[in-house]
């Protein structure tokens, strides 16, 4: 311990001794419940009472009389408990003379019940011989003096020890006051005596050996009296007029006249619950007991409960308990210790108590753990709920978009070829989680991914349209048809996935890239462009008819949905707007759907789809073929911005060698352009019913095809040939009507401005 801690001590300690004391002698201070608990300013605690229901016994009864207690005629000043002390006040004994020279002589007036006059020789005033007879109490010795004051005077204190008479006296003779000390009974005009333990019913008694008669000047009167210690200080003033008639003085009091162990034995100790009996011994003979609450415990030890003996919570008061670090609180004592984390001798200051390394690193181990632990539950239920949650929500969009209808349609189907009905997840693994390198395309339809199923099969993932609830069945429907497709240049419809929002349609994958990247770029040269271009169309012609025969209309041939597969067998596809075609109701679309520069001008007027609507489309992509051109180009004027108009105005002029694709001059068959040239003008009339169907464009164009080829360049000879062939041009733009191609014009003309208007 520093200088500090010392210091610190030594300031602290009556502070301590201070807070025990008022603790202690507050808590002792209780009143049997019910009982009044003071008599004016004087806390009565038990066993003391005012009354019969209120007093242990007789010998504690205290009578309070105008707001001052007694105990038989004696004023009580205060009652103590823990020091099983009554503090009292006695009268003083007095002695007094008058002299015959003197003038003032003092009548004697009997002031108290001790007092007696006596008129004799030696003119004495009075004196008196007071007595205090409490059997029940004796005087404390320790805490009394037996005093006398006077100079001429003697005085004997008598009482009883253990019943046994007892009397001890003291005198004291002076001449005058030049010997006397101010504050102290130093044996000069005043004596004072000790006297044994457990005297009671004692008595004073105070005379003189000259009646004062050499001293009577300055010391008229002799005083005797027992007085509690420290009460009292001597004063030369005193030898003249001692004016106090009583004296504060100390009792000590017990229970009854039994041991403790008599009164154990008895069933009737005073002792309640947590105090100890501790017995009153005057010399070796034991008399009666008091009780004190057990170490550790504060209350009055005569009275059981509340205000009984309860524990003292030694670690709310600093001064109770000599812990330094921390306190710890027990039932009747305290524990020093060292907090949470910390270990060693709390009591030590300083370096008593030190971080506890290992239990705090097994704990925060321990907690760390805890923490882990929770996380991983808490996020282990999360991913619960949310699987649940997700399950949930893919059966209802399964639901919502007539996977149950679909399933029900398959199972009727039997074993015909049919789709398949993908779960999110197999497709998910096909297409490693959507990953950005498996896209293979992207547009207004949504983006198509690259798939691997695990048979090792190749697949394009395509996102469908939102599927209108209303139209489920209609959905289902196309699904179950497109899926039994089974045509070598249509692409298969495999499958789909109805667990998203928008369903995943499932296509064959088509690897070498459609027809109109074919046309507007180079290319492989040494493949012949103009024999290939004939087989596309052939083919598309001819899986175009199919369609029709099952009653499905394409709705949108154009150059980008001719795929192109192994050896650029032309693969027909986006079926993403196609629609079924229902006979007895006719399809009125509210929106127009297409591609601007591929529609059918009289499904732009009359919102009527039919199969002749493909046919122009077809016949548009033949002139693209012929010429290498944009479908719709700024570079031409605007009456030709539409490649059909175009087409149709330089065939009109016979002007086409100036728009041929210098690719297919090139290479291709006079013959066989020609004609191809024939059906596209064909194809393109206003009119729907004067364009051939698509059975009729199919069987022409394998017609064609058979024609022997012959190269454009290597005829440069046969003018005359291509003079032919502009007549021919001619001729079918005259075959046509010229009336009523003008009227097309300018009908198409409209609706494209219209359609164009509309798509603003
Ligand atoms: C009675 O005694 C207690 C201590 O025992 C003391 O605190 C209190 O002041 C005393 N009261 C009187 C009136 O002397
Ligand atoms: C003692 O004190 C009193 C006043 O209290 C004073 O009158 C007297 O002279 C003092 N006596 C001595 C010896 O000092
Ligand atoms: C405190 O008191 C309890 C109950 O009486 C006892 O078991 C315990 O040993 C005591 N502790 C100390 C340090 O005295």
């Known amino acids: 311990m520093g ?38 300013d004087v806390e009565i605690p038990f066993p003391f009472g005012l009354s019969e229901a209120c007093f242990l016994n007789k010998s504690f009864n205290i009578t309070c009389q105008s707001g001052k207690p007694f105990t038989g005629n004696v004023p009580v000043r205060n009652i103590s408990i823990d020091n099983h002390e ?27 019940t001790y007092d007696r006059c006596n008129d004799d020789r030696d003119s004495r005033v009075y004196t008196n011989s007071p007595s205090l007879r409490l059997s029940q109490y004796t005087i404390s010795n320790s805490k009394n003096k037996f005093t006398v004051i006077g100079c001429d005077t003697k005085a004997y204190l008598s009482g009883y020890q253990n019943g046994e008479w007892y009397n001890i006296g003291c005198s004291t003779r002076c001449p005058g006051l030049s010997n006397m000390v101010n504050g102290s009974c130093s044996g000069v005009g005043c004596c004072e005596l000790e006297f044994p333990e457990g005297l009671n019913n004692i008595s004073v008694d105070v005379s003189s050996f000259h009646s004062h008669s050499e001293v009577w000047n300055f010391n008229p009167c002799g005083y005797a009296f027992v007085v509690e210690k420290d009460k009292f200080n001597f004063s030369t003033n005193y030898l003249n007029n001692y004016t106090n008639t009583t004296v504060p003085l100390v009792l000590d009091w017990a229970v009854g006249n039994l041991t403790c162990e008599e009164a154990k034995k008895e069933q009737n100790s005073a002792c309640k619950e947590n105090s100890d009996c501790i017995v009153r011994q005057i ?27 309860q524990d003292i919570d030694e670690c709310e008061h600093p001064a109770l308990n000599n812990c330094t670090n921390y306190c710890v609180n027990g039932v009747g004592n305290y524990t020093c210790g060292c907090p949470k984390w910390y270990h060693g001798d709390g009591r030590k200051y300083g370096e008593g108590c030190s971080v506890d390394l290992a239990l705090a690193i097994k704990v925060s181990i321990g907690i760390g753990i805890g923490l882990i632990a929770m996380l991983g539950g808490s996020s282990w239920l999360f991913l619960v709920l949310q699987k649940r949650k997700y399950i949930k929500l893919k059966a209802k969009l399964f ?38 390198s498996r896209i293979i395309g992207r547009g207004g339809f949504g983006t198509v991914y ?39 240049n249509v692409v298969k419809l495999l499958g789909c996935c109805l667990e998203t929002q928008v369903p995943l349609l499932v296509y064959e994958f088509v690897s070498q890239g459609t027809l109109f990247n074919y046309i507007h770029h180079e290319g492989n040269t040494s493949i012949k462009r103009w024999e290939t271009y004939l087989r596309i169309v052939a083919e598309t012609a001819d899986a175009l008819s199919y369609l ?110 100036e728009i041929l694709d210098k690719r297919i001059v090139e290479e291709g068959n006079k013959e066989q352009i020609t004609e191809v040239i024939k059906l596209a003008e064909r194809c393109l009339r206003v009119k729907g019913d004067e364009r051939p169907s698509m059975k009729e464009l199919a069987m022409e164009l394998e017609q064609i095809r058979k024609i022997e080829m012959h190269l454009w360049v290597n005829a440069q000879s046969n003018l ?10 001619s001729n079918a733009y005259e075959n046509g009507g010229s009336s009523s191609t003008t009227a097309g014009f300018d009908s198409m003309k409209d609706n494209v401005m219209l359609a164009l208007g509309d798509g603003r």
């Open 3 to 40: 200088l500090s801690g010392k210091l610190l001590q030594i300031i602290a300690l009556p502070g301590v001794v201070i807070i025990i004391f008022a603790i202690v002698a507050a808590a002792a201070t209780v009143a049997k419940p019910g009982c009044p608990s003071k008599c004016g």
């Open 86 to 112: 009554l503090h009292v006040m006695q009268w003083v004994a007095r002695d007094c003379y008058k002299h015959n020279n003197d003038t003032n002589d003092v009548p004697c007036t009997p002031t108290n």
């Open 283 to 309: 010399k070796t003979k034991q008399a009666g007991y008091h009780c004190k609450c057990k170490q550790g415990y504060k209350g009055n030890p005569y009275l059981q409960g509340q205000g009984g003996c």
């Open 399 to 436: 639901q919502q978009n007539g996977g149950l209808i679909l399933e029900r349609r398959l199972r009727a189907l039997g074993s015909t070829r049919k789709a398949k009905i993908f779960t999110f997840e197999e497709l998910k693994v096909a297409t490693k989680n959507y990953r950005e």
């Open 450 to 488: 690259k798939g691997f199923l695990p048979n090792n099969t190749i697949v394009a993932i395509k996102k469908s349209k939102t599927v209108d609830p209303d139209q489920v069945d209609q959905f289902i429907n196309e699904i179950v048809l497109l899926s039994q497709i089974d045509h070598k």
């Open 548 to 657: 029709h025969s099952l009653t499905i209309i394409h709705r949108d041939v154009k150059p980008s949905n001719i795929l192109l597969g192994a050896n650029f067998t032309a693969k027909v596809s986006d079926f993403g707007i196609s629609k079924l075609v229902s006979h007895d109701q006719k399809d009125v679309a509210t929106v127009v759907q297409g591609t601007l520069g591929y529609l059918d001008p009289e499904y732009l007027q009359t919102n009527q789809l039919k199969e002749k609507s493909d046919v122009y489309s077809f016949g548009v992509v033949l002139v693209e073929l012929l010429t290498g051109d944009d479908v719709f180009s700024f570079d031409r004027s605007e009456d030709e911005r539409c490649l059909p108009m175009y087409f149709l105005f330089f065939l009109k002029e016979n002007r086409m060698d």
């Open 720 to 729: 005359e040939e291509a003079k032919h062939l502009d007549g021919v041009t």
